[in-house]
């Protein structure tokens, strides 16, 4: 297992060399996923936790909307960006420095294929919620890389989301889902692809798995008693 001291080490390494300004999503067009994340944030049910803020561009957008979130990140360097536009924590995602049921809901953009243990990351997620707290998140599928993910960023690796519905079963419920298809040579297609309904994307979740990224609404439930 990787030490959470290298961890740390490589993502400070990150923030302070290889990220730059091509990687700010604000100027995407408005069918981005992460800016449909953001729409669909719910703003009066409690606090918001930006998990994986980086250096808060999420942070930035609600700022501007009035809208409040804290902003999480294992990187120092990443949060002294942050902060201008925000409260913020450093932290460990599968260790959050929060006590549980501290939010309404968790907004995760593009955040989970960095993380190590992913699983621990999800089960931090439902232990910070409220009841019936929703986690909001969008992550780039093997598809978009060809399995690689991003070798830029340190641990980048990008699952399935058979993966994910597995590491979220008994936790969270599958309250939405839209996947983005990039078909090439086809004219015309990728848009209507794009414009399925989500009752379609959930019944067939085959169809996500090829997607080259994915928009998830998570809803919290009470897990099963431990025999």
């Known amino acids: ?28 067009g408005e069918g981005a996923l992460r800016k449909r994340a953001l729409e669909l944030l719910p703003t009066d049910s409690g606090r918001i936790l930006d998990l994986g803020c980086g ?13 409040e979130a804290v902003g999480c990140d294992i990187s120092l360097r990443a949060l002294k960006d942050a902060r201008r ?5 450093r932290g460990d995602g599968t260790r959050l420095p929060f006590r549980s ?7 995760m953009l593009d955040a989970l294929e960095h993380v190590v243990e992913k699983s621990l990351l999800v089960r931090e997620c439902w232990r910070v919620l409220r009841e019936s707290g929703r986690v909001i998140l ?10 690689l993910g991003d070798r830029r960023q ?3 690796r990008p699952v399935t989301y058979s993966e994910i519905a597995s590491m979220t079963r008994g936790l969270f419920r599958l309250r939405s889902a839209k996947g983005v298809f990039q078909v090439r040579h086809v004219r015309g297609l990728t848009r209507i692809l794009r414009s399925i309904p989500t009752q379609f994307f959930v ?3 085959v169809l996500l798995d090829k997607s080259s990224e994915i928009l998830l609404v ?10």
């Open 154 to 156: 340190p641990y980048d």
């Open 218 to 227: 998570l809803e919290k439930t009470t897990p099963p008693r431990q025999a």
């Open 101 to 107: 049921e501290s939010f309404g809901s968790v907004l």
């Open 85 to 89: 536009h925000g409260e913020v924590a």
């Open 1 to 28: 297992m990787i030490s959470k001291e290298k961890i740390v080490k490589d993502y400070e390494y990150f923030w302070e060399n290889v990220w730059d300004s091509s990687d700010d999503w604000r100027d995407a």
């Open 55 to 67: 250096n808060g561009i999420a942070m930035s957008v609600l700022d501007k909307r009035s809208i």
């Open 203 to 205: 019944k067939f979740p």
């Open 138 to 147: 969008t992550t780039p599928l093997p598809e978009a890389t060809g399995g």
